[in-house]
């Protein structure tokens, strides 16, 4: 090796040099988060190129995002000069796309095809299920999407799923994908799927077209592989073929971040990498050169408990342990917020970090809404990744649009917006129709809607679906003028059945709305309970014991979704802090890091909580949150969050209990966790609560004398809820009386 080949590999690690070097066998280079993965490839890249003399044109090298990909592209650049850029570099879609150009006459195809988008794909199956006659609601086009998507990834065509369909509901699904790949034949059109399935089958199909890709990329590396589905994995054995005259295939990869199975991803391709070329060379990649050893025996002790992982690997650092994890209970989401937002201020007063380089990582998107209130009440400057503001998302300002309708039956913006959400057979040309009837008559569109009677051209059905709406909002405004918003939001909620809908759907992005939907309505009830305490001002001043009204919700959510009441980030120091969720921030890294929501239910989510394999994924995607932190990593949770208004008990996450109780110093002396599925107690306000099973919560009545254990004897005085949530407000004789949940309170019948 010459001394410039020599002078490429300085500064690596033993095993980085290893991987760089490698050379005649496939490779699997298992990278640890934060061991310079990115460092490898580009160094073996350009070890390629300068030691062994391959021609860049004849390295191809596959991404996930472009963002990596031109990354990729610039060390390489930095490393051996403007000659790397013959290289293929880009990602699966892109790569796949140049091939598809190039070979599209084989297929039988323009070259100038069409490429349909997420969006593009769902209006087409709207028009199927529309043509089929069938209800939008059990049958909505984004289920149908993600079918079909799911198919596609595992390599089914519409044939196959037909002669697999064995009930009513699988051969309604393989009718629409083949009605759906017919429409896409005709409107010479691919989807996203189609790019990588269909290049697979042209290199299956045609031996030569396979033999001369083959022939021209002589090294195939693939970065993130345990990200791969099926499609892929098929797409890159054609690529590589077998045999002597099999390209150099190199993967890099680690399985305990495998978190995107929701995708259709398949952790096996990265674990079972060995058994599919059993020639291959495993290099594993275990110091970190990002985090703090303290933060490192976290991770490290976390994922050890799942069982498919494939190669085990343990990271290690030489920066030193670092300051302990600092953990924190809050009573609810909101101390639970108020303390990250101390955290936050002190860790930036202290020049210990700045805004900019501090993450707050939840698990569901509902759950920013809680942080973004208390940053924007106290000027933190904040920006949310990977999803919209919660005031912003559009089922919450859906239902926000009805409950302005409450209040303002003139208000056109809103009336237009929700007179067919949900659907209710108000098309666009009865829109049309109110919208011309609107402007002869010089009133409003929503005072229109009322007039519908008025417009010819509205159908019976449209006028049916807009009478339907106009009860809706008089039935709702009228509740309005005595009841707090909470129950006019319910109303809302139960009239339009737009919760029903959400719930009913077989698209798992749904069941994030459904949340979200909780969680304006929890908000609601909060503003309700400030009110009666007189944190916040009801809309009529004159009045010092006005109650909470709709009017006066609607402003306070207006004043905290107010995009100028948060800091302009060009004009703050050290930029803004960062909100997403887990599955957004894989890949990046923040000096200060803050995993919230650490709630058995929550985190892990309830739906992974029966489901090994799940929640395996779940453990990854806590590895993947730890293991972001550079120097300062916080845990915290809640005792208790709202649902509806309600508040409900959370157990602590089983991940802290994975978690070595050395490694955290829990705030306000709050115990570190336990496992309450085994102790049957989780510590909440400080101090440990028994979670009562449902045959042992006393049976009350209004009236009953009860005796508890720290406040003593009482009187019930009003009940609400069951179940679970059921709860009983008492009368101690020392002020007001209390609100306890029985499940958790210590009390008895007298």
């Known amino acids: 090796m010459n001394d410039a080949s020599q002078a490429l590999l300085a500064g690596l690690n033993e095993p980085q040099r290893q991987a760089a070097e490698h050379a005649g066998s496939p490779l699997l280079i298992v990278a640890g988060a934060g061991s310079g993965k990115t460092r490898v490839l580009t160094h073996r ?3 390629l190129l300068s030691a062994r003399g391959v021609h860049p044109g004849e390295i191809l090298a596959i991404t996930f995002t472009n963002k990596a990909a031109a990354e990729m592209r610039e060390r390489v650049d930095a490393l051996v000069g403007p000659r790397s850029r013959a290289m293929w570099v880009s990602t699966f879609h892109s790569a796949c796309l140049r091939i598809l150009r190039r070979e599209a006459h084989r297929l039988g195809w323009k070259s100038n095809f069409t490429i349909y988008d997420t969006d593009d794909a769902r209006r087409l199956l709207t028009q199927i299920v529309k043509e089929l006659g069938l209800d939008s609601k059990k049958n909505s086009p984004r289920w149908f999407a993600a079918e079909i998507s799911r198919f596609k990834n595992e390599l089914i065509g519409p044939e196959q799923a037909a002669d697999a369909a064995d009930d009513a509901k699988s051969r309604l699904i393989a009718d629409v994908y083949s009605q759906y790949t017919e429409r896409l034949r005709l409107a010479a059109a691919v989807d996203f799927d189609d790019i990588i399935g269909t290049t697979g089958h042209l290199l299956r199909t045609f031996p030569e077209v396979a033999e001369s890709y083959r022939l021209r990329f002589r090294h195939v590396m693939v970065d993130e592989y345990q990200d791969t589905n099926h499609a892929q994995y098929v797409l890159i054995r054609e690529l590589v073929g077998t045999g002597d005259n099999a390209a150099e295939l190199c993967v890099v990869g680690d399985a305990d971040q495998s978190i995107y199975a929701f995708r259709g991803a398949t952790i096996r391709n990265i674990v079972e990498f060995e058994r599919d070329y059993p020639d291959a060379k495993t290099i594993l990649l275990e110091q ?8 490192l025996d976290a991770a490290n002790n976390v994922i050890r408990n799942n069982s498919e992982r494939g190669r085990e690997k343990k990271l290690w650092s030489d920066v030193g342990d670092g300051p302990r994890i600092l953990g924190h209970t809050g009573d609810n989401e909101h101390d639970e917020a108020a303390w990250v937002a101390n955290r ?7 020049s210990q970090t700045s ?3 501090v993450a707050i990582f939840y698990r569901t998107n509902a759950q920013s809404r ?10 933190i400057p904040y920006k949310v990744v990977g999803g919209v503001r919660f005031y912003e998302r559009k089922e919450v300002r859906d239902m926000l649009a009805y409950l302005k309708l409450t209040v303002n039956g003139d208000d056109t913006v809103s009336a237009m917006r929700v007179v067919n959400v949900p659907k209710r057979g108000v098309g666009d040309r009865a829109v049309a129709e109110i919208e011309a009837l609107a402007a002869r008559e010089r009133i409003s569109f929503a005072a229109a809607l009322h007039r519908a009677d008025e417009a010819p051209g509205v159908s019976s059905r449209a006028r049916g679906g807009i009478k339907q709406f106009c009860e809706i909002i008089d039935a709702a405004t009228e509740l309005a003028l005595t009841a707090p918003p909470e129950e006019v939001l319910d109303k809302l909620i139960a009239d339009t059945g737009y919760l029903e ?11 994030g709305r459904v949340e979200n939907l909780q969680e304006l309505v929890a908000v609601s009830h909060e503003f309700t309970e400030q009110v009666v305490r007189g944190e916040v001002d009801a809309a009529d001043d004159d009045e010092p014991d006005a109650a909470a009204d709709v009017a006066s919700f609607l402003e306070h959510v207006a004043l905290v979704s107010d995009a100028d009441s948060i800091p302009d980030p060009e004009s703050e120091e050290g930029g803004q802090v960062t909100l997403m969720t887990l599955h957004t921030a894989k890949g990046l890294e923040f000096d200060t890091v803050f995993l919230t929501g650490m709630d058995d239910g929550l985190f892990p989510h309830e739906r992974s909580m029966s489901k090994p394999t799940e929640l395996e994924e779940e453990r990854r995607l806590a590895y993947v949150g730890l293991t972001r932190a550079r120097k300062h990593l916080h845990l915290t949770r809640a005792g208790t969050r709202n649902i509806f208004g309600q508040p409900e008990f959370y157990a602590a996450s089983r991940f802290l209990s994975e978690i070595p109780s050395g490694l955290i110093e829990w705030s306000e002396s709050a115990p570190p ?4 599925v085994k102790t049957g107690k989780t510590p909440s306000f400080g101090q440990p609560i028994t979670m009562r099973n449902p045959a042992d919560v006393p049976s009350l009545e209004v009236g009953d004398r009860i005796t508890h254990d720290k406040w003593g004897l009482g009187r019930v005085v009003e009940l609400k809820g069951s179940g679970p949530r059921a709860q009983a407000r008492i009368d101690f004789g020392d002020g ?12 008895s019948k007298l």
């Open 344 to 350: 936050v201020d002190a860790l930036v007063d202290e």
């Open 45 to 47: 890249i350009a070890h």
């Open 370 to 379: 809680a942080f973004e209130e208390v940053f924007v009440r106290r000027g």
């Open 355 to 357: 805004f900019g380089d």
């Open 673 to 676: 966790p336990s496992r309450v």
């Open 288 to 295: 970190n050169y990002r985090s703090t050893q303290t933060i």
């Open 501 to 511: 809908g959400l719930e009913q759907s077989t698209d798992p992005r749904d069941e």
């Open 736 to 747: 007001e009386p209390k609100w306890v949940i029985l499940r958790l309170a210590p009390v």
